[in-house]
């Protein structure tokens, strides 16, 4: 009969988690024609201030309708901010797209 050695098991680290993944630090507001990236400070109504792309928002009373202003683009001066200050991928322009 063989035996086989005993073996230790490899050292755990103990992670805390909670489940929940934190917030991003900006949310994104169908503002005039576009979805603009806001920080959250600036998402409660009436609040005005500044868009990542700089241009002056303001937060309206009641919440935009989910549709159609939801589906609008995004804003692509805000997009690439936030993508920057989130360290999230750049898109790839529209020349880098192959056609098949």
Known sequence: ??????????ERKVVAVSGLTPPRPFCWLP??????????????PGSCGE???????VVPEKPPPKYPDGLWSECP???????QQTGL???????????T
Do not use: F, K, N
């Not at 009969?1 to 490899?10: G, R, V, Y």
């Not at 001066?77 to 993508?83: A, I, M, Y």
């Open 1 to 10: 009969m063989c035996s086989l050695p005993e073996t230790t098991p490899p």
């Open 31 to 44: 503002y005039l024609g576009a979805r603009h990236a806001i920080p959250r400070t600036l998402a409660a």
């Open 51 to 57: 868009a990542l792309c700089g241009a002056e928002v």
């Open 77 to 83: 001066r805000c997009d690439w901010q936030w993508r």
């Open 89 to 99: 991928t750049q898109r790839p322009s529209a020349t880098q797209h192959h056609q």
